[in-house]
């Protein structure tokens, strides 16, 4: 019965997806984020917070994985990107190998981008290199605390292993992941992550939203709850906050650009 349950609970669109890496996969999601107002009020206040990093910030700002949201309408001056040749987004690269002189970005904006990249040393010696001094990049990307990793390695599609590294075989960019590599970069090996970047500095670090995304039904199930309850269950999350370090299913970092150590 549960099999059949969970079975009803996906969205008749992604039942025969055969190529999660596709373009139209990455089209579809779009159509489902916008169609589905559960989860696109949360992408609004995912948006919100970048909107509010960017401030006092002048020059480029980048978003990375862009895929099929819809950053722009919340910050109109963002150039969105992909890996993938996604209609509509303004440039087409891979996060390894960015197009940008040195010191030109101000910001980087990513959802649920950095635990895809099969490189993350490589990543940040881009993100160093093209980032300003001043300059940020902010992530949001999935959490391992007691409640996320449950549901990560239980319900997910996705790899989610502690004991990784800070990259993986592949190249798939969405097929290929490990979703706890932010927790092992910025949490289990901080100080590594520290030594080798000493001036990018971990301005921010928090861990957030343990319900909401999964009563969306994120990208590839129907919404466990109506959207009028939107507000209510994120007053729900916000009370229990205290707790987020053991429930939070996401984590937001705050990476900044400092003076160049002599």
Known sequence: MIKRFVEWLKLPETRNIKDLDAVSTTKLHGQIIQRKEF????YVDLYKEFAISKRGLDGLLIELGSGGGFLKEVIPDVITSDILPVPGIDLCFSGLSMPFPDQTVSAFFMIDV??????SVLFFKEVERCLKVGGKCVMIEPANTLWAR???QNFHHEEFNPEGEWGFEGNRPLSDANGAIPWIIFCRDRERFEKEFPNLKIAHLSFSIPFRYLLSG???MRSLVPSFLYEAVKGIEFILSPLNRYLGMFMKVTVDKMQMKL
Do not use: A, C, E, R
Request: hydrophobic residues 45%.
């Open 39 to 42: 989860l696109k009020k949360l």
């Open 114 to 119: 950095l635990h895809h990249l099969p490189d």
């Open 150 to 152: 449950f549901i990560y």
């Open 218 to 220: 994120g990208l590839s």
